[in-house]
């Protein structure tokens, strides 16, 4: 997985990845509603992250905490997001900060 490989290089801690059928559980616990949904999740120091989350947003997130936020999602896929990189080829997208009450953009690219 490219972004499992983009994550290990840029991150300052060690990554463990455990396959399941479902990330259900997950989803419920941090409150990731489906319009957030990608193809993984990650929980890093109690905090989850959804999908293909560029790691300078991952590491900014930790650094200040945002409150009232669980984590940050990619929704979808995109192309050019971390781990689906395709040359130049390149999608806008949003990191989505997202919490019980509430949801922001908190990255552009």
């Known amino acids: 997985m490219k972004w499992v490989e983009k994550f290990r290089s840029e991150m300052p801690f060690g990554l463990s990845v455990i396959e399941r059928d479902t990330r259900d559980d997950l989803h419920t616990q941090f409150g990731?509603?489906?319009?957030?949904?990608?193809?993984?999740?990650?929980?890093?120091d109690g905090f989850a992250f959804e999908g293909h989350v560029p790691p300078a947003d991952?590491?900014?997130?930790?650094?200040?905490?945002?409150?009232?936020?669980?984590?940050?999602?990619?929704?979808?896929?995109?192309?050019?997001?971390?781990?689906?990189?395709?040359?130049?080829?390149r999608e806008h997208f949003d990191v989505i900060a997202f919490g019980p009450k509430q949801m922001s953009v908190f990255a552009t690219y």
């Open 32 to 44: 990731i509603i489906p319009q957030l949904a990608s193809c993984h999740t990650a929980v890093i």
């Open 58 to 89: 991952i590491r900014r997130f930790l650094s200040i905490r945002p409150a009232g936020y669980v984590g940050l999602a990619v929704p979808g896929m995109p192309m050019g997001s971390p781990g689906m990189e395709q040359g130049e080829v």
